[in-house]
């Protein structure tokens, strides 16, 4: 209005803002602490280094399920290779070859050295057991052991 100076009364300074924290100026709405003025939305950069730590913290649970994992897929691994072991050997031994030396060339690398072969004879057949120990993903501790399969062969005369 023409004529007002800046002494004005404003009539919206007076209104009051009613929704939850507005309007109350800083410290004074719900989820603030007044007396450091901190509040929901005030320490967010400090909640950030928080959960970090937290999630720090869940990453030796995840490494956990990881090698139990990976060691789950050995102990299958080991399973299937002593069972194609075991076969390849009792074919060879049927064939008169050596039961081991079958064994040993049916496995992947490196479960060879890993693998031995026990062959035993009745009537017209062969029975060859094969054993392979089962690798760890933990050096130089092997809770697990051994895996055995068998196989009959009838003998080729």
Do not use: K
């Not at 064994?103 to 062959?119: D, M, Y």
């Amino acid at each position: 209005m023409p004529g007002r100076t800046d002494t004005s009364y404003d009539h919206r300074a007076r209104h009051h803002d009613h929704r939850p924290g507005a309007g109350h100026g800083p410290g004074h709405g719900p989820g603030r602490d007044r007396r450091s003025g901190s509040g929901r939305g005030a320490g967010r950069g400090c909640d950030r280094g928080q959960v970090a730590i937290e999630y720090l913290g869940f990453i030796p649970v995840l490494m956990l399920v990881a090698l139990a994992v990976i060691q789950t897929g050995l102990v299958a691994h080991a399973a299937q290779q002593a069972g194609t072991a075991a076969r390849a050997g009792a074919r060879a031994a049927s064939l008169g070859m050596s039961a081991q030396q079958g064994c040993r060339e049916a496995v992947s690398a490196s479960l060879s050295s890993r693998t031995s072969c026990a062959e035993a004879r009745g009537g017209d057949t062969v029975t060859v057991t094969a054993t392979v120990r089962i690798p760890s993903v933990i050096p130089f501790w092997n809770p697990i052991g051994d895996t055995r399969r068998t196989a009959t062969m009838p003998l080729d005369h």
